[in-house]
């Protein structure tokens, strides 16, 4: 008897065929993890790959300290459930520097997230990292391949990779060499949503409308996730009004701009994700600086 | 954008029920195609509009693709969508798509993954990549142009990969007024190179205009006479392959062995064709083990049956050895294993083939070494030739014999793209330099290697300033074969020629004196017969055979060893009752008597060449004319 798979199952069997190659054929995988909706589905997946094992590789967070406090609770809370390790990494230069997202604008997400990635995995000596990118997202991620190979600098160069057929992906690498493995790259944001509401995934109350303490800047809502701190980074105490709001995306919470919400659940939030007219990476800072290649520059400095 | 516009979601549902909404889509199917057309064809505009009809553009990104459009594209002040989807910087400025993209959108029945390949003839590579995931090709065409040698090129690569689904849109149908004629005449063009090229897929044809919208999701008023689907719901209906794939046999290559503990042992891997239930019979390959299936564990707890298309790990009730590379299928049907095969093989770098190298090949889970033989012929993609090479160059699609350093699992890939395609990759740089295509096994798996050498058949043949060739004469018994073989010998000898005669006779009395005459035995003297020939004409040889060689599929089988050309089938054509009453050795009367078993003619079939490249009728010529005929026939002899 025969059955037509649907989008998800196929798009969750190809994506665990990916992560069991990768950990056959390389020898220290990494799971880059950001605690968004897409490492939430990424983790997922991976504890289906390989159950009744756990997954055969730690969970790293390459962290910024400009985190929601949500983020950091959910982080804990997974690593404990999945039975991995949780490493973070904090870039100790950046730290030093006081780097900020408020005084060094784009320098903030070149240190903490671009520079903080590449010593997290030469310090670990991680030769294969997974992320949580999708192709959906931007251009120039729409003809990255899946298994994206990185120079021992971790640049990208988008006109030598590697050809993809079949479900063969080869693997093999050259000293000093790394691959960034997106396992996801053919999820849209829609399917991610769905993914996670059929699967009760957990994922940061963020995403969900609350009211919350916000303010303005340059035009953008903000949530005031740690008021003393901002206070502290923007020279005054920033204007704070109580506004029911939720996050399409989540990254650092000065620069992850909120929108105006009443999807309190699931579905409503798949519902006004349907209903609305702007891509979810508006709400975020990092494409617009640089103009028009902003990502695919980025990726060629080794940005994940 | 005007909402009316957005026809493929519907907005009212979303609003109203968003579970009801969420309950179809949850059961929607996915549906993965190829874009392909040249440079202008209108490529990522198509797309650009597919996405936009679905809905899939968000306003800030129209936005920004309305002033991208103003400030570089190509339609004046209108909208440009092909900015949507060229995306690479450096493809920007050059107003081109340099590599394979990826495009997402759904609409009411389907999720739909767009592979938008480039159309420049350096970007096969590209296009077989794109097409090797695909359901289904999209050959874009401009009516202004009709059928162009990238079109025929693209439907030749589409067949080549195994793309189940042919669409022939004829874009820019504004620009020719939407002329029925002119529309019925670019398709009768590409029906007559498909029949002639021999693609067999099934092809539908949509004339479109993607820039204006007409016949893309809904049906236009200015195509009056067209009664066909638009190209969306065409998209939407066309059958899926991936349910094809369940009803093939079981086959699980193994990815990794699942250990967590001495209590369990599973293995996990992505079922390629077939299902599997608790209880199944499996073979483990290479070894040939065989167990049940008791359990295929989830994270959500056990399935009853798991499918083609599904990523699972299934638990035995023995302990068999399985590990990563072995292929788990159904054990009274399991796919074959070898070490050579023939292959079509697509290069994919800048660095040419190297003969008799040794590339890593992977296939399925499999990694081996294994070398590449000279091609047989490369396919000039535009016409179709055959052409002599001896290497493969980037973009070349070549047909070689491969060699591995240890049996496979395999399938023929059009029986199994899973078992039967297959990547190479360059073991210095690690780059995937080629991919290809398992055709069928050579040669029954032996263990024995491949050794590259540097004087190869083409250097001892030209030394001899000869062709070398395998004149194989098959007859009856008393036939004249011997006779007249050994006429053309001494004549070849004559014209300086290096050449040697294998005796059926003969050859019994040493290297095949262990065989008898029964069928099996019959068949390893031919088989052993056809390897020493070919051993023959690789030392440069005209090698000449003398044997009966009753059965028509030894012949084919030995014919198949050689390169093309190369094997001529001779059939010394003499009646039963001629050749019984010559009886030279007087075995036809050993045989009638019963003191001779499985004698050809009598009590063992003869079955006589259907078409031979010379035939010679021993009743109307002489041994020495018969040869002289051969002789003509073989002309030139280098």
Not at chain 1, 21 to 43: H, I, T, W
Not at chain 1, 292 to 304: I, L, N, P, R, T
Not at chain 2, 441 to 455: C, E, G, P
Request: hydrophobic fraction near 40%; charged fraction near 25%.
């Amino acid at each position: 008897m025969t059955r037509i798979l649907t989008h998800l199952e196929r798009l969750e069997a190809e994506s665990i065929h990916i992560m069991r190659e990768v950990v056959a054929e390389s020898e220290r995988p990494v799971m880059l993890y950001s605690v968004g909706k897409d490492s939430a589905v990424m983790l997922h997946l991976a504890r289906k790959a390989f159950y009744p094992s756990p997954p055969p590789f730690p969970l790293l967070h390459v962290d910024t300290t400009w985190k929601f406090q949500d983020m950091y609770k959910l982080r804990d809370q997974m690593a404990k459930e999945s039975g991995m390790e949780l490493l973070v990494y904090q870039n100790q230069e950046a730290k030093d520097r006081g780097i900020n997202p408020f005084d060094h604008g784009p320098l903030h997400t070149d240190m903490w997230k671009t520079e903080g990635l590449k010593m997290a995995l030469d310090h670990y000596g991680f030769d294969a990292a997974f992320g949580g990118a999708r192709r959906d997202e931007e251009k120039s991620r729409a003809k990255e391949r899946i298994f994206s190979f990185r120079t021992a600098t971790h640049g990208w160069d988008p006109k030598n990779q590697r050809p993809e057929l079949w479900n063969l992906y080869n693997a093999r690498k050259t000293k000093g060499e790394s691959i960034r493995i997106f396992p996801i790259s053919n999820w849209t944001e829609l399917d991610i949503w769905q993914y996670i509401h059929l699967n009760d995934i957990p994922i940061v109350p963020l995403y969900f409308s609350a009211k919350r303490p916000t303010y303005e800047y340059q035009g953008q809502i903000f949530m005031a996730d740690d008021i003393e701190r901002l206070e502290r980074v923007m020279g005054k105490r920033p204007e704070i009004t109580e506004r029911s709001i939720r996050f399409r995306t989540l990254g650092c919470f000065p620069l992850t701009g909120a929108v105006e919400s009443n999807a309190t659940t699931l579905p409503e939030v798949i519902q006004e994700m349907l209903l609305t007219t702007t891509s979810e990476r508006q709400g975020r800072v990092i494409d617009k600086d640089g103009g028009d290649a902003s990502m695919e520059k980025k990726k060629q400095e080794g940005y994940f | 954008m005007s909402e009316a516009d957005t026809i493929y979601k519907t907005d009212a549902l979303i609003a109203e029920d968003i579970d009801a909404y969420l309950e179809t889509h949850q059961h929607k199917s996915l549906l993965r195609f190829i874009t392909c057309g040249s440079v202008d064809d209108g490529k990522s505009t198509l797309i650009g509009r597919l996405l936009y009809d679905s809905k899939m553009i968000f306003e800030d990104q129209l936005e920004a693709l309305q002033a991208d459009s103003k400030r570089v594209g190509t339609q004046g002040q209108e909208i440009d969508f092909a900015l949507l989807v060229d995306g690479l910087a450096a493809e920007r400025e050059q107003g081109i798509t340099i590599d394979v993209a990826y495009r997402f959108f759904a609409t009411e029945k389907r999720k739909f993954i767009v592979a938008d390949c480039p159309g420049h003839e350096q970007y096969t590579r590209n296009m077989v990549t794109g097409a090797s995931t695909a359901d289904l090709a999209i050959l874009l065409v401009d009516a202004r142009k009709g059928v162009i040698v990238q079109t025929r090129r693209h439907a030749y690569l589409a067949h080549l990969i195994g793309v189940k689904n042919i669409v022939l849109a004829v874009n820019k149908m504004d620009l020719i007024d939407y002329d029925q004629d002119r529309y019925n005449a670019i398709c009768d063009d590409f029906r007559a190179f498909v029949r002639e090229a021999g693609i067999s897929e099934n092809f539908t044809s949509i004339p479109i205009s993607g820039l204006a919208g007409d016949n893309i999701t809904s049906r236009s008023a200015n195509t009056p006479w067209y009664g066909g689907t638009t190209l969306m719901e065409h998209l939407e209906t066309v059958e899926l392959n991936n349910t094809d794939e369940q009803n093939k046999a079981f086959r699980l290559p193994v990815q990794w062995v699942n250990r967590p503990n001495l209590d369990f042992r599973g293995f996990s891997g992505l079922i390629s064709t077939g299902s599997v239930k608790p209880g199944d019979a499996i073979r483990v390959l290479p070894s040939g083990k065989t167990s049940t299936v008791t359990k295929i564990v989830t994270l959500e707890g056990e399935l009853e049956e798991a499918v083609a298309g599904q990523s699972v790990t299934v638990c035995f009730a023995d302990e068999v050895d399985c590990s990563r590379g072995n292929v788990i299928a159904t054990a009274d049907n399991p796919p074959e294993v070898s070490d050579q095969f023939e292959t079509t093989i697509v290069w994919m770098d800048d660095d040419p083939l190297h003969v008799g190298r040794s590339y890593w090949l992977k296939l399925g889970t499999q990694m081996v070494s294994a070398t590449v033989q000279q091609p047989k012929y490369t396919v000039n993609v535009n016409t179709m030739e055959h052409l002599a090479a001896k290497t493969l160059e980037l973009n070349a699609i070549g047909i070689a014999e491969i060699a591995t350093d240890k049996p496979i699992v395999f399938e023929p890939y059009t029986k199994s793209r899973a078992l039967g395609g297959f990547i190479l990759i360059d073991k210095i740089t690690n780059r995937t330099v080629g991919a290809g295509m398992l055709h069928f096994s050579l040669r029954r798996a032996q263990n024995v290697h491949w050794q590259a050498t540097d004087i190869g058949r083409e250097e001892h043949a030209n030394l001899k300033n000869q062709k070398p060739r395998v004149l194989w004469f098959t007859g009856l018994s008393g036939s004249g074969k011997s006779t007249i073989a050994n006429e053309v010998e001494k004549r070849l000898n004559l014209m300086n020629r290096h050449t040697f005669l294998l005796d059926g006779d003969n050859v019994r009395h040493g290297l095949n004196k262990d065989l008898g005459f029964t069928e099996a035995d019959r068949i390893e003297n031919i088989r052993r017969v056809g390897e020493v020939a070919k051993l023959m004409t690789d030392a440069g040889l005209i090698v000449l055979t003398a044997f009966i060689s009753p059965f028509r599929a030894e012949r084919d089988m030995v014919r198949a060893m050689m390169p093309e050309g190369e094997f001529v089938e001779i059939f010394v054509d003499t009646p039963l009752e001629v050749a019984e009453e010559r009886d030279v050795k007087g075995l036809y009367k050993k045989a009638r008597s019963g003191a001779l078993k499985n004698f050809t003619g009598i009590d063992s079939p003869y079955e006589a060449p259907l078409n031979p490249e010379i035939r010679v009728n021993t009743v109307e010529m002489t041994a020495a004319e018969a040869a002289e005929h051969i002789i003509r026939l073989l002309m030139p002899l280098k």
